[in-house]
């Protein structure tokens, strides 16, 4: 009878330093796990798992939105939903991408640094998709057709690519200049994110009267903003960990707590902007230039080739830079190897 054996974890003293995680004690994978190890861990208690699982099954949610709502949607002949279906694509890729990451971080250092470059290629391209749908939908209706709407798109596309090269580079300083990969990969993301919600803090802050567009996706971004300040507070701060060493190694580290505000938030986002585009629909198309397939999806296309080219590029150095050694720190003292039992 064919039987496996799940793999062993050890405490932080017993894997390279380039594996460490600020507050978290214990619960490591081998840094050279094989990917059927990789695979098999998502099944054990260690201090991956429950990245893993808040994201792998999210991504399943949001495909099952995506289908019900195509039964609803013409997304192939209503030109008014093609902003929507990019969207809906990259709002299930960006988790799925991030779960695969977590999942397979631990083959090697490099194989860590390449997972996390894709992770942060989709996030990347995740705030695009929000910059599509924000556009489309959320625009202030005095905004609609003014030089700030016609060039919203084509910002987040490049905002995209400063995201994931900043974000990518980060990487880079982690051992050497851990404060400053820090700031440059919280700026990375938080940069994009102010840009693609300018319209909603408008709408929620600073818009009063007529052409304000107050109905009841208000409330949706409202709870959307709310997680996406958590999710940024959790990513920056690594709190609880911080304040506890090793108390919150397998439940309740603020990884954790990050991927649960980030599917929420996102979760409130889509409700809301479902809500705009039902209640806004008669204004949008007889004000709003109309979608076009090419342009939305040529869009989308370019920025996910460049985005994968900054990924390649990034991977190029790792792989060949004389410098790269020091950032994959893939080797420990013998004295403190793992063991296999």
Not at 33 to 45: K, N, R, Y
Not at 46 to 52: A, P, Q, R
Not at 276 to 290: N, T
Request: with cysteine; net charge neutral.
């Amino acid at each position: 009878m064919l039987t496996l054996k799940l793999p062993q974890i050890f405490r932080v003293h017993q894997v390279p330093r380039i594996f460490w995680e600020d507050g978290i004690i214990s619960g490591y994978r081998h840094p050279k796990s094989s990917a059927l190890d990789c695979v098999l861990s998502s099944f054990q208690m260690n201090n991956e798992t429950i990245n893993i699982w808040t994201h792998f099954l999210p991504t399943w949610y949001f495909l099952w939105r995506f289908l019900v709502l195509s039964h609803s949607l013409d997304f192939w002949r209503d030109s008014y939903t093609w902003p929507f279906l990019a969207y809906m694509c990259l709002v299930c890729l960006y988790p799925f991408t991030s779960s695969c990451a977590h999942t397979f971080s631990t083959m090697s250092a490099h194989a860590r640094h390449i997972c996390y470059f894709l992770d942060y290629g989709s996030l990347s391209l995740y705030s695009l998709g929000c910059a599509f749908t924000y556009g489309a939908y959320a625009m202030p209706e005095r905004w609609v057709n003014g030089p700030f709407h016609s060039y919203f798109v084509p910002t987040a596309a490049f905002n995209s690519f400063i995201c994931t090269s900043l974000s990518c580079y980060s990487r880079f300083l982690e051992l050497e200049c851990p404060s400053l990969c820090k700031i440059l990969r919280t700026v990375a993301f938080l940069y994009p994110f102010l840009f693609d919600n300018i319209p909603l803090f408008y709408r929620l802050l600073f818009c009063f009267g007529d052409g304000c567009t107050w109905n009841d996706s208000v409330a949706g971004y409202f709870y959307h903003l709310l997680f996406a300040a958590l999710t940024g507070f959790l990513f920056a701060s690594h709190l609880p960990e911080r304040l506890a060493p090793g108390r919150f190694d397998f439940i309740g580290h603020s990884h954790q707590l990050f991927h649960v505000c980030a599917v929420v938030g996102t979760h409130f986002q889509l409700e809301a902007v479902l809500r705009d585009l039902r209640l806004r629909r008669a204004w949008l198309s007889a004000h709003a230039p109309a979608a076009i397939f090419t342009h939305t999806f040529a869009t989308l296309g370019t920025a996910l080739l460049g985005n994968l080219a900054v990924i390649a590029a990034f991977t190029a150095v790792l792989l060949h830079s004389s410098g790269s050694r020091l950032i994959l720190q893939s080797s420990v003292p013998e004295a403190e190897r793992p063991k296999e039992k």
